[in-house]
């Protein structure tokens, strides 16, 4: 039996087990899958002790996204991209790193919400890994603006720089968004966890807009209730994201991508 789990602090609340479980059943794979806390200095000598244990693959989860880079002995092009990594695929002296990320969002965005991408207008709110994560593969759907948001200008310019070779990306804070309209607004800041939304102004969907939280949960609600005040038409949290980012990291471990439908189906039931 192979064993996989998902690495965080705090990381008790993770769907990943269920939603990898499922995906076992599915497959008829003999896995384990857990949910295993470790501190942020003390990811290195973890993943050893880790490997030295048998396991498998990891998901990660905050805070250790950005810092598993280095730990990494080869990463993918998309997660060297990102700068950040949620996947690792057990090597026979290490871990090789991947970033699901994007992949899982514009899957749960085109096949789970039917929202285009295509000559849309798409803000990102926020600059930091989470953003990383997604840039590429929302630049690839060809949007007719990108634009990441930030607090300060700073990191919104760098990521701009970053990713210029990609593709163009319109570097902003939050005030300087004032009399623009968007088709998709997508929160992928983390003051959802503090229940605070990002200080925005007013106005900022166009009609028909879809609300988006990579978050999902309790952790989505405030941003998606500031989003329903202001009008947008369409809101979603980021469940389906971690559905559909787990299925990428299950087809790079097992060589299978498994059916996502019912899963997300069966984690919306109350």
Not at 58 to 67: Q, R, S
Not at 113 to 137: D, E, F, H, M
Not at 209 to 238: I, M, S, T, V
Not at 251 to 267: D, N, Q, S, Y
């Amino acid at each position: 039996m192979d064993h996989y789990a998902v690495l965080g602090q705090p990381v008790a609340h993770s769907r990943s087990p269920r939603i990898h479980s499922l995906f076992a059943a599915q497959s008829g794979a003999q896995l384990s899958y857990e949910a295993i806390e470790v501190a942020q200095d003390q990811l290195a000598e973890k993943l050893a002790a880790l490997h030295a244990a048998g396991y498998a693959g990891f998901n990660l989860t905050l805070p250790h996204k950005t810092a598993a880079v280095a730990l990494c002995e080869s990463r993918s092009e998309r997660a060297e991209r990102a700068g950040a990594v949620n996947t690792l695929i057990r090597t026979a002296t290490g871990w090789r790193g991947d970033n699901t990320d994007g992949a899982g969002l514009v899957r749960d965005l085109r096949h789970n919400l039917g929202a285009a991408i295509a000559g849309k207008r798409v803000l990102v709110l926020g600059s930091g890994g989470a953003t990383r994560g997604i840039l590429a593969p929302l630049l690839a759907e060809q949007p007719a603006e990108l634009v990441v948001s930030g607090r300060n200008p700073w990191k919104p310019e760098e990521l701009a720089l970053a990713f210029k070779a990609v593709g163009p990306i319109r570097p902003a804070t939050h005030y300087a968004l004032k009399g623009d309209r968007y088709d998709l607004v997508i929160n992928a800041t983390s003051i959802g966890h503090q229940g605070g939304v990002p200080r925005l102004p007013p106005e900022l969907f166009a009609p028909g807009a879809l609300a988006y939280d990579l978050n999902y949960g309790k952790a989505a609600e405030p941003f998606l209730q500031w989003a329903a005040a202001q009008g947008a038409a369409k809101r979603a949290d980021g469940l389906g994201m971690l559905v559909e980012q787990a299925a990428e990291s299950f087809l790079l471990w097992r060589g299978l991508r498994p059916e996502t439908a019912a899963v997300l189906a069966e984690l919306r039931q109350p």
